[in-house]
């Protein structure tokens, strides 16, 4: 059975080409069985709620007008795309906070994924994450993927970004989940998977606080530690050596310039949905790594993740 079985695909108003849901058709197509695909929209207009002139059957009216409308566009920029290789559904809700939204119909329809489209910023010639793509990342249940364009490049590669120095369980886990992430999407999508990690720096301070230390010794140590994590991590799924890698640096340098030289479409990363204050002034190292990332990106939680806006736990 595919692991998108139900997918939750984010429309586009600004745009009549919708990358995203070029790209979940793509993985509807190569799953195993039926898929659905139900394309998204939370729309509001805060004047519709404030015409004071009008009633509130009126002002109804006029919001399922609204309503009605942007189903029949997403109707017509959906045709070109659609096939009897899945289920298609559209839904049209009115909020004020799209991520709100989004969430809240991932947890109503039990979503496997999620799948937005990016802005490429054609000055800067780079990804700029809107605000919904953020509040996704960090508080989104399900796997988010949001992909940059729509046309996927010839003799792509898909990487992983694993940590493999933790012994950490969730950290085990959640290396776990991202290479089986990496097989499964490897294999619809017809890309080459590569595990990359990467692996601190020897701290500057310490050979000048302890003379005695050797940095040398040190380096080499934890690089053997990582390339034994990760030789038993590509063995343990089934990898060969050709398709890791392990460097020394920080993973936001890493990261991208491992992408930009494997040709990578897509990277996977783990985030811990780090939210709050603790999110403004520290940040996960997962986020540091996406603003530097030209590509598709998939964002995966870590088993037990509960969202702060699962229904369930709402006070």
């Known amino acids: 059975m595919s692991i998108y079985s139900k997918i939750l695909v984010v429309a586009d108003i600004n745009h009549d080409e919708q990358p995203a849901l070029i790209r979940a058709i793509q993985l509807a197509d190569k799953s195993r069985s039926r898929s659905r695909i139900t394309f998204f929209l939370s729309i509001y207009d805060f004047s519709y709620d404030m015409t004071s002139m009008l009633s509130s059957d009126e002002r109804d009216a006029m919001r399922r007008g609204v309503i009605q409308q942007r189903e029949a566009w997403m109707r017509t920029v959906a045709e070109p795309y659609l096939n009897d290789g899945f289920n ?120 000048i606080e302890l003379p005695e230390f050797d940095p040398t010794t040190y380096t080499d140590a934890v ?3 990582h390339l034994t994590a990760m030789k038993a991590l590509r063995q343990k799924h089934g990898f060969n050596e050709e398709q890791t890698v392990v460097e020394q640096g920080l993973p936001e340098e890493i990261i991208p310039q491992t992408a930009k030289r494997l040709n990578t479409a897509m990277v996977i990363i783990g985030t811990t949905g780090r939210t709050g204050l603790s999110a403004v002034f520290i940040g996960n190292t997962a986020e540091h790594v996406i603003d530097k990332i030209d590509c598709d990106i998939m964002a995966l939680k870590p088993t ?10 709402a006070i």
């Open 304 to 313: 037990g993740y509960v969202s702060p806006l699962d229904p369930k736990t």
């Open 88 to 207: 298609f559904d559209i839904k049209v809700v009115w909020h004020n906070r799209p991520y709100e939204a989004i969430i809240a119909e991932v947890f109503s329809g039990e979503h496997d994924i999620v799948v937005k489209g990016t802005r490429k910023h054609d000055v800067l010639e780079s990804v700029i994450f809107t605000p919904t793509d953020w509040h996704l990342l960090r508080k989104c249940p399900s796997p988010v993927l949001l992909v940059k364009n729509a046309k996927w490049p010839e003799d792509a590669s898909i990487i992983a970004s694993v940590h493999v120095g933790s012994e950490m369980e969730s950290h085990i886990d959640l290396n776990d989940k991202m290479v089986e992430q990496l097989k499964s999407l490897s294999e619809r999508l017809a890309a080459k998977p590569y595990l990359v990690n990467a692996y601190p720096i020897t701290p500057a301070n310490i050979t």
């Open 223 to 225: 690089r053997g530690h």
